[in-house]
């Protein structure tokens, strides 16, 4: 993979990250209204978790790589979870769920496994690999989100206030794209590995997927 420039790397992920698409089962279940209303409190459970972590994992990257284009990249990301966490909230309310329910649930391992992973590379991975980690996995996990909502919305007559959060990352930042692609350039100038940067997206993906395998478990 010598060589190979950061436009390259993004394309690749891209390709590599929609051959490995499956079936969302929790999702089709989901949009078919066959999911329980104390399941919808594990997607609120975990996603409080989630949303929390990622936070500090990117503000760790931006205080690592505080220089452009990284350190306003990952100040941006750190400062759109804290407005999800905040949105998060509503959803969780509207389930019934105050700030203690969301505090007390017990979240699931594999669910975990994702915010795990960027905490890990945050600590001990570079830049480069969670810009094209997070920017090969948009597309597919914003369009989740955007179906979490509309199901919400027309299966169990959630409001726009409760189902914010799902619309706030249904559509990618302006610029998030290119900001990525900068990082991940910066990091090939500066000698990252290009395997390491290109392994990031697969395994990211990979628990992401856990994650909605775990809230699917037993519905089907």
């Known amino acids: 993979m010598a060589d190979h420039t950061a436009a390259e790397l993004v394309a690749r992920a891209q390709g590599e990250i929609s051959a ?27 996603e409080y978790r989630i949303v929390d972590s990622d936070r500090r994992s990117f503000a760790l990257l931006a205080s690592r790589y505080p220089e452009r284009p990284a350190g306003p990249f990952f100040l941006t990301l750190a400062e759109g979870e ?12 509207a389930l019934g769920m105050s700030e ?19 905490a890990q590379r945050a600590l001990f991975g570079t830049a480069a ?12 996990w914003g369009s989740y989100c955007g179906r979490t909502a509309s199901a919400l919305r027309d299966q169990y007559g959630f409001g726009e206030t409760a189902v914010a959060f799902f619309r706030y990352f249904a559509e990618s930042p302006p610029g998030f794209a290119e ?3 900068a990082v991940v350039a910066a990091g090939l100038a500066a000698g990252d590995s290009p395997e390491d940067i290109a392994r990031a997206p697969r395994l990211l993906h ?9 809230l699917a478990a037993g519905l089907i």
Do not use: C, I
Request: charged residues 25%.
């Open 100 to 118: 203690k329910d969301l505090h007390v649930y017990e979240p699931r391992p594999l669910a975990q496994a994702y915010p795990a992973y960027v």
């Open 20 to 46: 490995a698409a499956l079936p969302n089962q929790f999702l089709d279940a989901l949009e078919r209204g066959q999911v329980p209303r104390d399941r919808l409190s594990w997607l609120a459970g975990e």
């Open 206 to 214: 990979a628990y992401e997927t856990a994650f909605w395998d775990t």
């Open 129 to 140: 690999e969670v810009a094209l980690a997070m920017l090969a996995n948009l597309e597919e």
């Open 82 to 93: 804290a407005e999800a966490f905040r949105l998060l909230h509503d959803f969780a309310a």
């Open 179 to 181: 900001q990525a692609e």
